[in-house]
């Protein structure tokens, strides 16, 4: 089972593309041997993180993946490596940040995931896909929501960023750079291998 989740509109975006690529994602699918489950989280720090623990509690998925909206996105796809404790000042779509900033009171300061970015990264490149690897997931409801992902999954989740919508970035567009990217990321764990 890979679990794939995509956040809702906040500020300016009343539509996420990080939701309406994985709602393209699971309409193109993975192969038949791959269940693929996806939700949606809303832009709020509390909220995520205790879906993100539901999800690994109650699915306990081999691979968690959260894809998010970067406004600034300077490519189609962003590998974030990381995700990070503490720096959370930002106000979420409810309006509140979590106390002392920090997403786990207990946790290291960043856990990186399981998945070799960098590797991927390499990997995927070659197919005319705009790929940037990154180790700064912007310290925002992404970010917070990846190192909880990470936290409760022992390493065993990534997170990519993409871009908002627009003429050129289409959610058909978004659906098939993230399922070859996905493809590749499952080799890394066994999966999707014949």
């Known amino acids: 089972l890979s679990f794939f989740s995509g956040f ?3 500020r300016q975006y009343l539509v996420n593309s990080s939701w309406e690529a994985v709602k393209e994602l699971s309409k193109r699918g993975l192969g038949e041997n791959i269940d693929l489950r996806i939700m949606q989280l809303p832009v709020v720090y509390q909220k995520a993180k205790e879906q993100v623990f539901k999800i ?7 691979l968690v993946v959260h894809v998010g909206l970067a406004s600034y996105a300077k490519a189609l796809i962003i590998l974030e490596q990381c995700g990070k ?57 992404c970010d917070f929501t990846y190192y909880a992902s990470l936290y409760y999954g022992n390493g065993r989740a990534a997170f990519i960023h993409v871009p908002p919508l627009s003429t050129s970035v289409t959610a058909d567009v978004l659906g098939k750079a993230l399922q070859a990217v996905i493809l590749e990321m499952l080799k890394q764990y066994g999966e999707g291998k014949e």
Request: hydrophobic letters at 30%; a negative charge; one cysteine or more.
């Open 85 to 141: 404790n503490k720096g959370y000042q930002e106000r979420d779509a409810c309006g509140f940040h979590p106390e002392g900033g920090c997403c786990m009171l207990d946790g290291p300061e960043k856990i990186e995931s399981t998945v070799n970015m960098k590797t991927l990264w390499k990997n995927i490149s070659v197919e005319g896909l705009d790929v940037i690897f990154s180790r700064d997931a912007g310290r925002y409801v």
């Open 56 to 62: 690994w509690t109650t699915l306990q998925p081999l």
């Open 8 to 10: 809702g509109p906040f």
